[in-house]
């Protein structure tokens, strides 16, 4: 081996180490990384930036930002409540999001598939009261698996079917992946859903205050001619937040109504809600709720940006002893109270009467660039910040479109999936989808800097003939093999690879290895051809080797060491699977 080839085998080595080791944060660790490949030369200084502008990481960037503007909208919280059977449990819960995301993955990229389903997994975690890392990360495996199962369904397929059209004379069909794809995809769900248990179960703190009765709000609102929920009952309006919120009394033409569950609604009633956030936002969002419609923003403030505020009133606060109707809050200070919570108690009244106490929680909306100036005449304590989206601005219809649109383009190959997921995201931007100070926080930028700074590092494998000398060792260890081990070996050197290279450089590198070697021991290189788009498209050992496993890294809280723990034993028993299979519907002899 050459100097550069020692260098590169040792930093790649030594990265695995320090990433496992878990001691460090990950995108310093990159860095590093990055800086001393430059330093002994195998990355040179005009590809050392390179990985910023990589199309993986615009995918990745991008999707988190479409992700993130579908969830905001709660349209797939519509979509379950209205088209789903309920499901409690959280092993049915993840039976249908990974079934849904594998098979959704055979027929659209596999990054715009679980885009579409991690907002339903939120909501899922959030009724079910587990952690989402019980469904991310099964969810992105699942996608890969997925795309297994069609030519388009993946890049490895892709590229593999050309190289066979190219090396044999005659390119795999669309369905030609079908048989084996199907059965590694069914083994592979089985796996994702009963091994769950190796999964971490990691709950962010904020959570936590969810559960306290400081946070049990009374929340007004009231029914628009345009509402969904016109006709139905109290219990069906409940439905949604589970049992995160409840209706404590209905009010029609000033007089009061006990809410009794089978209390029809109608045009003009007033809700008064009491519950958390999440829930009040459940019922708000999904019948489509008016909150303070006697103080509506002007258009003109509208066009500027709405912010909502969690704060307590202080003991000097002019607003104790007041009501939000007596200190005129919207008429004097610009702002909506939306809801209101007091320590050991819950209010009693219309949520405009009751007089503020020291200690009071209140949530306020206004407009960004006032609420500070207003919360400081207003002598409130911002606390720590949150999302809280009940009383913000958001539309189902848009994001959605959006979506589908981007789904649509990236199937139909009419641009590249990068160029169509970032058009994607700043659509979601320029419609105001997401608010402008929502953007950078629903990046990830520890993941993506990580992401950017190893892809001149994997390449360095490439470029300095690591990738032949792995193909060489290949070609010596399967001489004497049977055919059984000989397409076994080829998969799982695809397996290794994958995560250095991105998985069509691992076809590329792989698959001339395969024929040849087929052919030097009178072998038909389908099988072999099939393995290397199966080992290179099963990228499950680490989170930097495929978009999807990165998408879902930072929302699921997990570590660099989780994935080969959950993804080791799911590739071994690919492998197990696979190869009997390829060597059942694609004999070599």
Not at 263 to 282: H, M, N, Q, R, S
Not at 445 to 454: C, F, I, N, P, T
């Amino acid at each position: 081996m050459t100097s550069d080839q020692i260098f590169a085998f040792s930093i790649l080595g030594l990265l695995m180490i320090v990433l496992i080791w878990d001691q460090f944060r990950y995108d310093v660790v990159g860095v590093c990384a990055l800086l001393l490949s430059w330093a002994v030369g195998i990355v040179p200084t005009q590809l050392i930036f390179s990985g910023f502008s990589d199309d993986i990481v615009i995918i990745v960037a991008s999707a988190l930002l479409v992700s993130y503007g579908v969830s905001r909208s709660g349209v797939m919280e519509l979509v379950i409540q209205k088209f789903l059977p309920p499901m409690q449990s959280p092993r049915v819960q993840l039976i249908f999001l990974v079934g849904v995301v594998t098979v959704l993955s055979a027929f659209v990229k596999n990054i715009g598939a679980l885009a579409i389903m991690l907002p339903v997994a939120f909501q899922f975690a959030r009724r079910s009261k587990v952690s989402p890392s019980l469904f991310l990360m099964p969810m992105a495996f699942g996608s890969l698996i997925g795309g297994l199962m069609t030519e388009i369904g993946t890049s490895p397929n892709i590229v593999v079917s050309a190289i066979r059209a190219k090396l044999v004379g005659e390119p795999f069909t669309m369905f030609d992946f079908t048989p084996v794809g199907v059965v590694v995809s069914l083994v592979g769900i089985c796996y994702l859903v009963f091994f769950s248990w190796l999964l971490p179960n990691r709950f962010r703190e904020v959570n936590s205050a969810h559960s306290g009765e400081l946070f049990n709000y009374i929340s007004e609102a009231s029914i628009p001619e345009n509402s969904s929920i016109i006709g139905k009952t109290i219990a069906e309006l409940e439905k949604p937040a589970g049992n995160e919120a409840r209706v404590r009394q209905i009010i029609r033409n000033k007089k009061t109504i006990l809410p009794l569950p089978d209390f029809k609604l109608e045009k003009g009633d007033i809700i008064v809600l009491v519950g958390v956030d999440t829930g009040l936002d459940a019922i708000i969002n999904s019948a489509r709720l008016e909150i303070s419609p006697d103080h509506q923003f002007n258009k003109a403030d509208k066009a500027q940006t709405l912010d909502v505020s969690e704060c307590v009133i202080t003991f000097n606060s002019p607003l104790v002893g007041q009501s939000a109707r007596t200190s005129a809050l919207f008429d004097l200070h610009g702002v909506n109270l939306l809801a209101l919570s007091r320590q050991n108690e819950t209010p009693v009244g219309r949520l405009g009467q009751i007089n503020f106490k020291a200690g009071d929680v209140i949530v306020l909306q206004g407009l960004t660039v006032e609420l500070p100036k207003i919360l400081r005449v207003l002598r409130c304590l911002p606390l720590a910040k949150r999302k809280i989206m009940f009383g913000s601005l958001r539309g189902s219809l848009v994001p959605m479109l959006i979506l589908v649109i981007a789904m649509t383009i990236a199937a139909l190959q009419i641009t590249p999936v990068a160029l169509t997921f970032f058009a994607a995201a700043v659509a979601m931007v320029v419609f105001r989808v997401i608010p402008g100070r929502e953007i950078y926080k629903a990046l990830n930028g520890q993941v993506l800097v990580m992401l950017a700074a190893l892809i001149p590092v994997s390449g360095a494998l490439e470029s300095t003939g690591c990738a032949d000398i792995i193909g060489y060792w290949l070609s010596q260890w399967a001489a004497s093999l049977p055919d059984f081990g000989a397409v076994a070996l080829i998969l799982v050197a695809a397996m290794l690879v994958t995560p250095f290279l991105n998985n069509a450089a691992t076809v590329m590198v792989m698959a001339p290895i395969a024929v040849s070697f087929s052919q030097s021991l009178s072998y038909k290189p389908e099988a072999f051809l099939m393995a290397v788009a199966i080992g290179a498209g099963c990228d499950f050992l680490t989170p930097i080797g495929h978009q999807c496993n990165m998408l879902v890294m930072a929302p699921g809280g997990y570590k660099f060491s989780d994935y080969p723990r959950f993804g080791a034993p799911l590739s071994f028993l690919i492998a197990i699977t696979a190869v009997p299979t390829l060597l059942w519907v694609w004999p070599v002899k």
